[in-house]
Nanobody, 120 residues
Framework: VQLVESGGGLVQAGGSLRLSCAAS????????MGWYRQAPGKQRELVAR???????NYADSVKGRFTVSGHNAEGTVYLQMSSLKPEDTAVYYC???????????????WGQGTQVTVSS
């Protein structure tokens, strides 16, 4: 299973970035796809996720600023981030919950992470 992320980078406060993630090696539709982030010295936390049925969940800290979208049936998920703040600085990880080929159990998979840095 591979989750390949792209779209991170450096942006000024108030700016926008869009993260993309594409999964391979999994059975589609993927149950849940989403994004987590981890800032230095902090635990990894949920940012946003979307189910195969289209239900979305967001961390309170990003509601109204970030939008998660995707095509679980195609293994892709996106995170549109607007009105970015310095406290959004973190490594962002793509996450997928589902089954890989020839597997019967549902497992959790992670991308390699992409750095997002917001300067003040």
């Amino acid at each position: 299973v591979q989750l390949v992320e792209s779209g991170g980078g450096l942006v000024q406060a108030g700016g926008s970035l869009r993260l993309s993630c594409a999964a391979s090696g999994m059975i589609f539709p993927i149950n849940i796809m989403g994004w987590y982030r981890q800032a230095p010295g902090k635990q990894r936390e949920l940012v946003a996720r979307i189910s195969s049925g289209g239900t979305t969940n967001y961390a309170d800290s990003v509601k109204g600023r970030f939008t998660v979208s995707g095509h679980n049936a195609e293994g892709t998920v996106y995170l549109q981030m607007s009105s970015l703040k310095p406290e959004d600085t973190a490594v962002y990880y793509c996450n997928a919950v589902g089954r890989e080929y020839r597997a019967s159990d549902i497992s959790v998979y992670w991308g390699q992470g992409t750095q997002v840095t917001v300067s003040s």
